[in-house]
């Protein structure tokens, strides 16, 4: 029979590491039980989030309309539900083109020293506006819609991820396993995927989560300004705005999205700290 070493036992694993993290833990219970909503909002949503009824217009929550109607007559529940779909999949996008496209940029400054003068530069240039303006900008610009509001909010977040895959970048790239795998005539295209950016992620990863909330954020000011998707598309920041000439007289048209945000938003956080805390090898020795 197998032995295990005390020293292998002694040591958790990153999967029990992570669900060890009480952080980690509530975020990804916060974050699955929206996305779970979001994914079943078809099955579980009482009404159609698009078709109103006037002779039920404006009607608080009741047990036929848990979260109440708006002006139009239309289910609340309903709508936050679609629109928590909605929402996440943009964020979603935003979060993934802003991976590669941070990973991209971020890796040819970081490890090749000649661009990374221009290539920073340019990122400057865009890190010079509050991610938000550039953001409305580019929207005002592409006009609304959902492809062009993944497009602006991308736009927006990429720099600020193609400067921490730099950073992390340009310090592996001076570690002793880098110069030995270049002593032993390893290709650039090798070193950078298999040396550099496999032990460069870990800033990455924790990233994604925080631009995944702020791309919930931020989805939702562009649909209340009115440069997101159009009408009637039920987004959170869409229903806030159907909401805010009857945020006395019918608050719940604009409590229920504002719940939907806090509640994903702080997921998202706690699950970027727990995360944080297991993939910093300093806390990952602590918890040996």
Excluded: C
């Excluded at 991209?104 to 240039?125: E, H, N, S």
């Amino acid at each position: 029979m197998a032995s295990i070493s005390p020293v292998s036992a002694g040591r958790p694993t990153f999967v029990r590491r992570l669900f060890a993290n009480r952080s980690f833990t509530i975020g990804l219970a916060l974050v699955g039980t929206v996305a779970l909503l979001a994914l079943l909002a078809g099955v579980i949503a009482p009404f159609d989030p698009l078709k109103g009824n006037f002779r039920a217009r404006m009607v608080a929550p009741n047990a036929i309309n848990w979260m109440g109607t708006d002006h139009f007559g239309r289910d609340i529940l309903s709508r936050v539900l679609f629109g928590a779909r909605i929402s996440l999949q943009i964020a979603l996008m935003v979060a993934l083109i802003t991976a590669v496209a941070g990973v991209l940029i971020g890796a040819t400054a970081g490890y090749f020293r000649r661009t990374d003068g221009p290539i920073m530069r340019l990122m400057d240039a865009f890190m010079a506006f509050p991610s938000i303006i550039l953001a409305i900008a580019i929207s005002a610009v592409l006009g609304a819609s959902v492809l062009n509001v993944i497009i602006a909010l991308s736009i927006a977040a990429t720099p600020h991820t193609a400067r921490i895959v730099r950073a992390s970048v340009m310090v592996v790239r001076e570690m002793e396993y880098v110069e030995a795998a270049r002593a032993l005539g390893a290709g650039h295209a090798r070193i950078l995927l298999r040396h550099v950016l496999a032990n460069a992620m870990a800033p990455l990863v924790v990233r994604m989560t925080y631009v995944f909330a702020v791309a919930i954020l931020n989805e939702a000011v562009l649909s209340f300004i009115g440069v997101g998707p159009p009408p009637p598309t039920p987004t959170f920041g869409a229903i806030i705005a159907n909401g805010r000439d009857f945020i006395i007289a019918a608050p719940w048209i604009t409590v229920a999205p504002g719940l939907a945000i806090l509640v994903s938003v702080l997921g998202l956080n706690l699950l970027g700290d727990g995360l944080r805390d297991v993939l910093d090898p300093r806390m990952a020795v602590a918890t040996r």
